[in-house]
């Protein structure tokens, strides 16, 4: 029984679902361990800490220690947030599918450029998996895929923007405007 943590199912590969922790008290944490270890199929915990050593430290007294990870939870207002403009020759597209928003640019041949997604909950978007493809990096794919999240989920209704940014994504969130809120301090068991 989880008390002061949320398990999220995700039913993606490696990572079928996931036990969020809001604060580094130890016993939340070593509950969520337990469940993490104790459920069939592959769990991840992630502690939304601002003490991420003491999270880590419960982390590892309950037998799951961190991954050594330095994401970071990151927000943002969306009504100031960027859109800037997709450079010639790059399309930009913006569908939805199973109600996530999904940004995608591509090359003149139709190649995926770069690309992101990103969900809506209420007044907050959830953007996740920003990628840029290596041969076209540099050339502000990352930030107009975002861009054009932020509007459409704006057009949408949501007025606040909520991710989890590695140390090289949270470069790119940071000139859009985005602020370190916590660290996330992330578990999984070895495979």
């Known amino acids: 029984m989880l008390d002061r943590a949320l398990r999220v199912e995700l039913g993606l590969p490696g990572r079928d679902f996931e036990v969020i922790v809001l604060d580094a008290d130890p016993s939340a944490i070593a509950a969520a361990a337990s469940e993490v270890r104790d459920s069939p199929g592959a769990g991840w915990v ?113 007025r606040t923007g909520v991710l989890a940014a590695s140390v090289e994504g949270e470069r790119l969130y940071t000139r859009l405007g985005w602020e370190p809120r916590a660290r996330l301090v992330i578990a999984r068991p070895a495979p």
């Open 46 to 158: 992630t502690v939304v800490s601002a003490t991420p050593e003491r999270a880590a430290a419960a982390l590892a007294d309950a037998g799951l220690p961190p991954d050594g990870s330095e994401d970071r939870l990151m927000t943002t207002g969306l009504a100031t947030h960027p859109e800037p403009a997709v450079p010639s020759p790059y399309r930009l597209h913006v569908t939805e599918q199973s109600g996530v928003l999904i940004a995608t640019v591509t090359d003149p041949l139709g190649a995926v450029a770069a690309s992101a997604r990103a969900a809506l909950r209420g007044a907050d978007a959830v953007p996740d998996k920003v990628e840029t493809a290596r041969e076209h990096r540099r050339r502000g794919l990352g930030a107009a895929v975002m861009g054009a999240l932020a509007a459409e989920s704006r057009a949408r209704g949501a």
